[in-house]
């Protein structure tokens, strides 16, 4: 009788706004200090606050939410109610698990009618889940990602596995330095420069792309999914986050490019920034290095493993789009990464319903491989050289900033426009099923 009454007091808690407010807001903030810390776009972490909100008997109209990069600022009121409160964002890394999980359980709460402990036990189970892969495994899957993305440059097997030996190296080298607590952009700038120079040795070793693996063995690096997600969250207006993800992204690109120059001016290298990268292989290699690179940052982001499959398929498919459209339709970079990336998007849409995934958890990590990498480090090189160069050298590198810059922007938009179209009828699809939800939950509480 007890534990009946117990039960109906809580579904009381959610009746009522302001009961429990205090509860509410802090589980409210820790879901969207989860999504932030884990590599969301800010519109998701507003959906799915807001369908916490909508869970916890919080009116849309009561609900308040201002989103920065580093700071979740939360207000709940009416007429005769104010309560505010904020929470700090201690940390950004990439973790899909706890997206997708996070995604799941604000349905699930609606559905099975959770209490606010349920909802919290839950919420507590997915902080502290423990990555689906092994540290060594991805350490492993790193160097094959960068080994991938090193093919589509048009690098030979052996030198495919000697830039995955280099980025196994760089990437223990991160690993080691998080442990003792180096600043993270100081992390970035010796992994840079660990990969760099196992690069360099490594070119005296049998291969007929000596340079190549100099290019490719610092990519996992590249703040791919920053990058995406900072022109999202400014095409969607959300000016304050997408600009800040854009300092903290340059940071890291600054840091990388750093590491790496220093390793090239210590060994004497001064050629491999004109080095020619377009790939002579048929779509065999390009899909083979597209699926490397997709699923090997799918296990760096921690992606649930019956997903794999999901970033391999999609991470040909816009490679392998992308290129037939460059080579064969004669398009430039710029389209062919932008058309790449919209039809991945496209098929993404369709398939959250297969897979029971958030779109960003499936598109996200199949454009990965198409970020320039190259690209940026080539510019800011030029950068930290500018003394050094001729016109014409000069006038390469701003060329370099500004296919970068057009291609991220390609990736961003054909990733977020599908959604931005489809996103009316989703949303309203979502919202009724939201409100079927909630009007159960009030019929079955009325009749205890």
């Not at 109906?8 to 429990?20: A, G, M």
């Not at 997408?242 to 940071?251: E, K, N, S």
């Not at 840091?255 to 020619?276: N, P, Q, R, S, W």
């Not at 922007?409 to 959604?419: E, H, K, N, R, Y």
Request: hydrophobic fraction near 50%; aromatic fraction near 10%; include cysteine.
């Amino acid at each position: 009788m007890n534990e009946t009454i117990s039960y109906h007091e809580q579904r009381e808690i959610l009746h009522d706004t302001f009961s429990e407010i205090g509860k509410k807001t802090e589980l409210l903030l820790t879901t969207g200090q989860l999504l932030m810390e884990n590599g969301s776009d800010t519109i998701r972490i507003i959906r799915d606050m807001k369908r916490v909100a909508a869970y916890m008997g919080i009116d849309e109209d009561k609900f308040h939410l201002h989103i920065m990069y580093t700071t979740l600022m939360l207000n709940i009121s009416d007429e005769e109610h104010s309560y505010t409160n904020f929470r700090k964002c201690h940390k950004h890394a990439v973790d899909m698990r706890v997206i997708s999980a996070i995604s799941k359980l604000t349905w699930r709460a609606l559905r099975d009618r959770y209490t606010l402990e349920e909802f919290e036990d839950n919420l507590n189970n997915i902080e502290s889940h423990a990555r689906y892969y092994p540290e060594w495994l991805t350490i492993l899957a790193t160097g094959f990602a960068c080994g991938g993305f090193c093919t589509l440059f048009g690098c030979d097997m052996a030198a495919f596995f000697y830039t995955a030996l280099c980025a196994i190296l760089g990437k223990s080298a991160q690993i080691f330095c998080g442990r003792m607590g180096i600043n993270p952009y100081v992390n970035v700038a010796f992994s840079a420069f660990i990969a760099t120079s196992a690069a360099y040795l490594v070119h005296f070793l049998p291969t007929a792309t000596p340079w190549h693996p100099i290019i490719a063995s610092a990519l996992f690096l590249v703040p791919g999914i920053p990058l995406i997600n900072s022109i999202s969250d400014m095409i969607n207006t959300l000016l304050m986050s997408g600009v800040a993800r854009t300092v903290h992204t340059l940071i890291i690109v600054g840091a990388m490019t750093f590491g790496i120059v220093m390793a090239v001016g210590i060994f004497g290298v001064e050629m491999f920034t004109d080095l020619h990268m377009v790939p002579q292989n048929d779509y065999g290699i390009f899909a083979f290095g597209a699926a490397a690179g997709a699923v090997g940052f799918s296990i760096l982001f921690n992606l649930p493993p019956r997903l794999l499959f999901a970033a391999a398929i999609g991470g040909i498919i816009a490679v392998c789009t992308r290129n037939f459209c460059i080579f064969e339709l004669h398009q430039s970079s710029v389209a062919g990464t932008f058309i790449g990336a919209t039809f991945v998007s496209i098929i993404g849409i369709w398939a959250v319903h297969w897979l029971h995934a958030p779109t960003q958890v499936l598109t996200v990590p199949s454009v990965i491989p198409m970020v320039p990498g190259v690209l940026i480090y080539r510019l800011l090189f030029a950068i930290i050289n500018i003394r050094d160069l001729d016109v014409d050298g000069l006038l390469r590198a701003i060329q370099s900033g500004v296919d970068a810059v057009l291609i991220i922007l390609g990736i961003a938009i054909g990733v977020a426009m599908p959604s931005i179209f489809a996103q009316r009828a989703f949303e309203r699809r979502k919202l009724e099923e939201q409100e079927h939800l909630l009007s159960e939950a009030y019929e079955t509480d009325e009749k205890f």
